[in-house]
């Protein structure tokens, strides 16, 4: 706890304390915890002399900041409208089938996190899938399994894969 | 001293009033739902609107925000005025069937459908509380929080605030929170009783029988109800 409060106040000095670098500033906290800890908005808003209100709606105003746990992997899933019509929102029905969780929600094990997003600019390519900044051209129903295969199981080999693998199945 | 015209009439106003204060010192009547003498000009219910400019270029502007200003031409009560007024009462009601301020604004302007879902969030997100907390009574315990179509007021992470001292400044201010005459669970989404303001009791008395606050205003003594959007 109290390591945690000194990284964030040393973050803010970071910033040099200004409020203007509020945005960054929860950046910063964001990439070394994964998300935004109920705790360290409040360092933040000591560290500023800001309202903790202030500093709430920012981080729940901009969908970059997560107020709930990430997974260790980010599944985004275009639902935007070329994707859309191409079977974007199918696709999602099937991950948040196969993961057991809805959009914007992070799985039980902590690996992934399921978002949609409007629209990725490739539309040529889509129905588009993106894990951690990869891109996965022309997605289906049929290779959401493969997809997600390909990120969960190295990183954990045994219990994880044989949770997902019967659930695979019955689907295929 | 500006000199600007309002509704025809040549008016002065003293420099850095806004188009409402103007108006409100001439006696002209414009709604408004989240503006306070108090507090900042928020711009944000809308109802104020007035049409500046000659037309075709006309705009509508918000008169609690725009300053007054010399040879301004300003009407506050135009059609086109009206007919934004309505449609911004028809979308709050559809936030908040149970204001009995939106329901007294939706018979002032003959708003007689809402063609929006309920939604019963009984918040219109005029931002009055918020800023009565932080202004008034240097809480800033209450915010705006999310955004798009999630976007509410609360306190940080939902739970009772350092700041707040229990005031109860925002309860006082919200216009949303004075339930309607016919109680929280009316049948309607529109009361329009207002509408039609013949209190079946004057056939047998001399005064209006009625010991409510708003004489006739409950609306339970009306006879008949307008038939909706017709």
Redesign the interface.
């Given at each position: 706890m109290a390591s945690k409060k000194q990284d964030i106040q040393s973050i803010i000095r970071k910033h040099k304390g200004l409020k203007k670098n509020l945005i960054a500033i929860l950046l910063d906290i964001q990439s070394e915890h994964n998300y935004l800890p109920p705790e360290s908005l409040r360092y933040v808003a000591a560290g500023l002399d800001t309202p903790l209100i202030d500093i709430v709606g920012v981080a729940t105003f901009y969908r970059a900041f997560s107020l709930t746990p990430r997974g260790k992997h980010t599944c985004l899933v275009c639902t935007g409208t070329a994707c859309h019509v191409r079977g974007g929102s199918r696709i999602l029905d099937e991950f948040e089938r196969k993961l057991e969780v809805g959009s914007g929600q992070t799985t039980k094990d902590g690996q992934v996190t399921l978002e949609t997003v409007a629209c990725l600019g490739c539309c040529a390519i889509g129905p588009v899938v993106v894990v951690d900044g990869e891109y996965h051209r022309r997605a289906s129903i049929r290779n959401v399994g493969q997809i997600l295969g390909k990120y969960r199981k190295p990183e954990t080999p045994p219990a994880k894969p044989q949770k997902s693998r019967p659930a695979k199945s019955p689907a295929s | 001293m500006i000199e600007f015209i309002m509704n025809g009439l040549k008016v002065r106003a003293e420099e850095g009033w806004t188009v409402l204060e103007a108006a409100r010192f001439y006696g002209l009547e414009i709604p408004t739902l989240c503006y306070n003498e108090g507090l900042t000009p928020w711009g944000g219910c809308r109802l104020c609107l007035v049409e500046i400019g000659e037309r075709p270029k006309a705009k509508l502007v918000s008169s609690c925000t725009y300053r007054a200003e010399e040879g301004l031409v300003v009407r506050t009560d135009t059609k086109r005025v009206w007919t934004a007024r309505r449609m911004m009462v028809e979308l709050m009601i559809a936030m908040a069937p149970g204001s009995k301020q939106l329901q007294d604004l939706a018979s002032q302007f003959g708003v007689t459908q809402v063609r929006f879902k309920p939604k019963n969030e009984e918040c219109i997100l005029c931002g009055l509380c918020v800023r009565m907390c932080?202004e008034q009574m240097d809480g800033?315990?209450?915010?705006?929080?999310?955004?798009g179509h999630k976007r509410k007021i609360s306190?940080?992470?939902d739970i009772r605030?350092e700041?707040c001292r229990l005031c109860g400044a925002c309860i006082y201010i919200c216009p949303a929170c004075q339930l309607r005459c016919q109680g929280p669970q009316a049948e309607t989404v529109l009361c329009n009783s207002c509408l039609t303001m013949d209190p079946s009791c004057l056939d047998h008395f001399d005064d209006l029988q009625c010991w409510m606050y708003d004489a006739g205003r409950c609306g339970t003594c009306v006879r008949e109800k307008p038939t909706a959007g017709k």
């Open positions: - | 932080a800033r315990a209450i915010g705006f929080q999310n955004r306190t940080p992470f605030s700041e």
